[in-house]
């Protein structure tokens, strides 16, 4: 047996478990300055194949079958199969990236297009310091397929290029545009006559009118509390501005332990300690604590703009889920009520080691056409990357309300990016010290000590590849 086999049945064994492991210097991109270009499939480039495609190369498309299912990856694919009829595509889909596909990538047989998104995703950060992504730059430089006159680039929203950047090269398309702020029933608020707070005190004083009704305030994913890391960074972003998130982004000495940080731990505590969290929400996944809101035993809930289209097939009629921004902590807030965390995700990449990267780019440039982003968006109702594509287009209740939060926070928009750099951090991290802290076995003080300590492991981990967030 020789190395390269036993290093992929180490890692299909799961004795390369962890992200950072499985790409393990000079294995995970086979070789790693191995040219290995003799394999690939190379056409000739021109106007109207402007990346260089093989007409009849393969095509391999791996897709995270998530909240967004897979039906719209297949729409894709028929608009690339009409384009290049000779073409197989070979399409599969998993909720376990990491799993199915490391081994793929120690033994330099990746597939041409991947959906690494989820929790089972493979670490971006192991994958960029190996240099096992494709740089997409060319796909940037390339006409749109359905724009006359535009360059790919010129047809996407404001800061998709920039999160899926790492050291300046553009490596990951994050094709949905999604908002994150906190959902409620506007049926159920106009059931009871409750109105959206803009202001904490405010919230705080509505929280004790809805439990007093008999319904909990608040539920969230118990399993994956990171959900409920969001609105207190996004308060903290809104009370201190902009570089309260450049701070954690940068791995800067006390970023989670700043004013705002400690304002806002201080406020989402009184959530905690008032009890205003449906009964056993610690126990609960994202799914059930969801599909509890969607039965009204809860009035709010964190989450991304996915959330309507994951919880379609629970959704009462009438429902009309809406999203918010966080509430104002104080009237000195650098950012307005109406901010809110608006970001590119759904990542997908080209492996560098593909057979078939000029058809993995081309894939891309389908997804990102006008058709192909207005197919996406009807049938996941979710935003792309796309701008002005919902134009003509029928939006679901949630939807259109996420439309018109974009609109309303405007230039006052912010995001964070640390959860892209270091994933460990986000998901395994401040996770654990968020399960503690909203399940109410940890202080404000000890919550933000725990994100700090985190932080610090992988600041001063000399394995974990640092980037400098500059905007």
């Known amino acids: 047996m020789n190395r390269r086999e036993i290093l ?9 478990a962890t992200p950072a492991a499985g790409l393990l210097a000079g294995c995970a991109t ?44 297949k729409a894709h694919e028929a608009m690339y199969k009409e384009k290049y009829p000779k073409a197989e595509i070979k399409h599969s889909a998993t909720q376990e990236i990491n799993k199915t596909l490391q081994p793929r990538f ?18 971006f950060n192991g994958l960029v310091s190996q240099n096992a992504i494709a740089d997409l730059g060319a796909l940037l ?5 359905d724009q006359p006159g ?8 404001p800061g998709a290029v920039e999160v899926g950047s790492y050291d300046g090269k553009f490596l990951v398309l994050n094709y949905t545009y999604t908002a994150y702020g906190i959902w409620y029933s506007t ?34 994913a118990g399993k994956h509390p990171r959900y409920m890391s969001w609105p207190l960074i996004a308060s903290a972003i809104k ?34 300690k008032d009890k205003y969290i449906l009964d056993g929400s610690p126990g609960l996944d994202h799914i059930q604590s969801q599909t509890a809101w969607c039965q009204g035993k809860a009035a709010f809930i964190s989450c991304g703009s996915w959330l309507e289209n994951e919880q379609a097939k629970v959704t009462p009629a009438g429902f009309n889920m809406t999203i918010a921004p966080t509430p104002s902590l104080t009237s000195g807030d ?8 608006g970001t590119a995700g759904e990542p997908f990449m080209v492996p560098a080691k593909a057979k078939n990267v000029a058809g993995g780019l081309e894939y891309f440039r389908v997804m990102l056409s006008k058709k192909g982003a207005q197919d996406f968006t009807k049938k996941v109702s979710s935003l792309t990357v796309v701008a002005g594509t919902t134009e003509g287009v029928d939006l679901p209740f949630g939807l259109t309300s996420v439309v018109k939060a974009l609109e309303a926070s405007g230039s006052n928009g912010f995001n964070w990016v640390y959860n892209n750099y270091y994933r460990k951090l986000e998901r395994e991290l401040v996770d654990a010290a968020c399960g503690e802290f909203f399940s109410g076995r940890s202080t404000p003080t000890e919550f933000l000590d725990a994100c700090q300590k985190g932080a610090d492991s992988i600041a001063q981990d000399s394995s974990v590849k640092k980037y400098k967030r500059a905007a």
């Open 8 to 16: 992929r049945r180490s890692a299909a064994a799961g004795l390369l």
């Open 30 to 73: 086979s070789g790693g300055d191995d040219k290995g270009d003799s394999g690939t499939y190379k056409g000739t480039k021109s106007e109207q194949n402007p990346l260089g495609v093989k007409e009849d190369a393969p095509l391999e498309v791996v897709i995270f079958n998530g909240g967004f299912g897979e039906d719209y990856a």
């Open 106 to 123: 120690v033994d330099g047989t990746p597939p041409d297009v991947v959906n690494n998104s989820g929790a089972g995703q493979i670490d």
């Open 141 to 145: 430089d390339a006409p749109s397929l």
């Open 150 to 157: 535009k360059k790919v680039r010129d047809t996407l929203l």
């Open 187 to 220: 049926k159920l608020f106009a059931e009871r006559n409750w109105q959206y707070a803009k202001t904490w005190e405010e919230h705080i004083a509505l929280c004790k009118q809805i439990k007093a009704a008999g319904i909990a305030p608040w539920t969230y």
């Open 239 to 272: 009370l201190g501005g902009p570089s309260v998130a450049m701070a954690i982004d940068n791995l800067e000495p006390n970023a989670w332990k700043s004013d705002a940080m400690k304002a806002a731990a201080d406020a989402w505590y009184q959530i905690v």
């Open 334 to 341: 650098k950012l307005p009520f109406e901010a809110i965390r």
